[in-house]
C-alpha cells in the first residue's frame, strides 16, 4: 500500500503563490508516476500536472502551464506542486496521486490517492 498525504493549500489572493507538497509512504514504485489533481465545485476532477518518479518527465494542463511547477525529491519521497500567479479559477480541492501506467490524465490510470487540500484565491 502507499499512503500520500498533501499539505500546503490555503487562501491566496489572485496573483499569490502557494506550495503543495505531497509525502507518500509504505510501498513505494519507482516506476509509478506522481499527479496532482484538482477539483473545484460541480466541475469534474481534472489533472494538473504529472511526474514520473524515475526520470522525471513532467505533463501540464494547458490552463496551468507556465505558472505551476511540479516536482519530486526522490530521497525524501515527496513530490511539490509550485503554483505562481494564481487565479480564482484555480480554486478547487487538490489532490495527489499515484499510479504505475496508463495515459497521464486519466483518473484510472491512479490508484492511490490522498485526501486533499483545499486551495482557494480570492480575486
Known amino acids: 500500500q502507499v499512503q500520500l498525504v498533501e499539505s500546503g493549500g490555503g487562501l491566496v489572493q489572485a496573483g499569490g503563490s502557494l506550495r503543495l507538497s505531497c509525502a507518500a509512504s509504505?510501498?513505494?514504485?519507482?516506476?509509478?508516476?506522481m499527479a496532482w489533481f484538482r477539483q473545484a465545485p460541480g466541475k469534474e476532477r481534472e489533472v494538473v500536472a504529472t511526474?514520473?518518479?524515475?526520470?522525471?518527465?513532467?505533463n501540464y494542463a494547458d490552463s496551468v502551464k507556465g505558472r505551476f511547477t511540479i516536482s519530486r525529491d526522490n530521497a525524501k519521497n515527496t513530490v511539490t506542486l509550485q503554483m505562481n500567479s494564481l487565479k480564482p479559477e484555480d480554486t478547487a480541492v487538490y489532490y495527489c496521486?499515484?499510479?504505475?501506467?496508463?495515459?497521464?490524465?486519466?483518473?484510472?490510470?491512479?490508484?492511490?490517492w490522498g485526501q486533499g487540500t483545499q486551495v482557494t484565491v480570492s480575486s
Open positions: 496521486a499515484a499510479g504505475p501506467s496508463g495515459a497521464y490524465a486519466s483518473i484510472s490510470a491512479y490508484n492511490y
Open positions: 509504505g510501498r513505494t514504485f519507482p516506476s509509478y508516476r
Open positions: 511526474i514520473t518518479w524515475r526520470a522525471g518527465n513532467t
